[in-house]
């Protein structure tokens, strides 16, 4: 969801102690399967515990990729999980959380594009089964495309990394802290 949207139409779903989800819209107690049909068709709901009134859309979301990612083909690998885990309390977390969502919109677009493009090479809108089949065929055209982008990314992340460092450097430089290179103390030690 994103905060562009109206919460006027916001979907709501109360999450019950016994751990049952009911749709108020429906008025209907729902699954975790359900949840994700309703992302799947681009649905706004919130989910709030039905006694506190706290809203836990975040782990219910968290819980649906916990079961895909056990189930199936996993998305992300172990090295992923672990280097995302890192990431947490460490002072670039803000920054990871807005770069991970800015890719994922970024291959959201891409994908887009692409069956815009097959819709136009085909005439039509490629049904699922036949989308699947020839993005099967295209996997290395695809991971090389996204190898190259992450490249890019990476780069550009570095070059701004690199100017904020010499933006600090430059921030700091009026202030009389000596060089820790050049402190004579140190260097007599």
């Given at each position: ?154 780069n550009l992340f570095v070059q701004m ?29």
């Amino acid at each position: 969801m994103t905060q562009t949207q109206s919460t006027s139409a916001t979907r709501l779903i109360k999450k019950y102690p016994n751990r049952r989800l009911y749709d108020t819209q429906t008025s209907a107690y729902i699954t975790l399967v359900d949840v994700k049909q309703l992302v799947l068709e681009n649905e706004v709901f919130q989910v709030v515990d039905a006694k506190s009134g706290e809203d836990l859309t975040r782990s219910i979301l968290l819980q649906i990729i916990l079961e895909e990612e056990t189930g199936g083909m996993p998305m992300f690998s172990a090295t992923a999980l672990s280097q995302i885990i890192r990431f947490y309390g460490h002072a670039m977390q803000g920054v990871m959380g807005t770069f991970l969502e800015k890719n994922i919109v970024a291959f959201m677009e891409i994908q887009d594009r692409m069956a815009e493009q097959s819709k136009g090479m085909y005439g039509q809108k490629l049904g699922p089964e036949a989308w699947a089949q020839f993005m099967s065929g295209q996997t290395p055209m695809l991971q090389n495309m996204m190898s190259n982008y992450i490249d890019q990314s990476k780069n550009l992340f570095v070059q701004m990394q690199d100017q904020m460092q010499g933006q600090t450097k430059n921030m700091f430089n009026v202030f009389p802290f000596g060089n820790p290179a050049s402190d004579p103390d140190k260097n007599r030690k």
